[in-house]
């Protein structure tokens, strides 16, 4: 069945600047969704959304964690909003190499928004708690051709990559000790 597509249910939030006033509950409750044990601690620099805050011009935007790549953009492209000028690192979605965004601060390894897959709740938790309507979800179904890459894969790869063989080998031997 090789080329044959597979529908895929799709998760889609939607934000509008508009209605957004700043306030980070969103990065709030994502990080404690996926603290471990879950709801344990609140760290927004764990969080898999971001929320762009220009104060002066009363400018916010939320950005969700997209695909890891391993290339650098370089910037090329901007963004104006209201009159001010933003860069495309500012409101790009991927964990790369030239920034801090997206990955976990301890492991360094990149973050994706899987829209609570596996939570309770009917509808992703950020915006559940988005009391200002500036997050909305929708699910739709669209056909996509199957592919075998999974998260683990790219994680591993990161780690091989920052640490290198030996290192991740001995760390997962440790840990494997202490389960």
């Known amino acids: 069945m090789e080329g044959q ?17 700043g306030c980070r509950c969103c ?8 603290a471990n044990p879950k709801y344990s601690s609140v760290n ?12 002066f011009a009363d400018n916010y935007v939320a950005i969700r964690a997209g695909q890891y790549t391993e290339a650098e953009c370089n910037a090329r492209n901007s963004f104006t909003i209201r009159g001010r000028e933003f860069g495309t690192c500012e409101f790009c ?32 938790m950020c915006v559940k ?12 179904e669209v056909e996509v051709e199957p592919h075998t890459t999974d998260e683990l894969q790219v994680s591993v ?5 920052r640490h290198g063989l030996e290192k991740v ?5 440790k840990v494997a000790k202490e389960l």
Not at 100 to 114: N, R, T, Y
Not at 129 to 140: D, K, N, Q, V
């Open 5 to 21: 597509k597979v529908k895929k249910k799709i998760k889609e939030i939607r934000f509008d600047m508009d209605k957004c006033n």
């Open 44 to 55: 927004p620099a764990k969080s898999r959304i971001r929320v762009i805050i220009d104060e």
């Open 93 to 124: 979605p991927a964990a790369c190499p030239s920034r801090d965004a997206f990955k976990d601060p301890e492991s360094g390894l990149p973050f994706k928004c899987d829209a609570c897959e596996g939570e309770d709740s009917d509808i992703p």
């Open 27 to 34: 990065e709030i409750v994502c990080s404690q969704v996926h």
């Open 129 to 140: 708690e988005c009391h200002s309507g500036a997050l909305t979800y929708i699910e739709r």
């Open 169 to 173: 080998v001995d760390t997962i031997a």
């Open 157 to 161: 790869a990161t780690l091989l990559k």
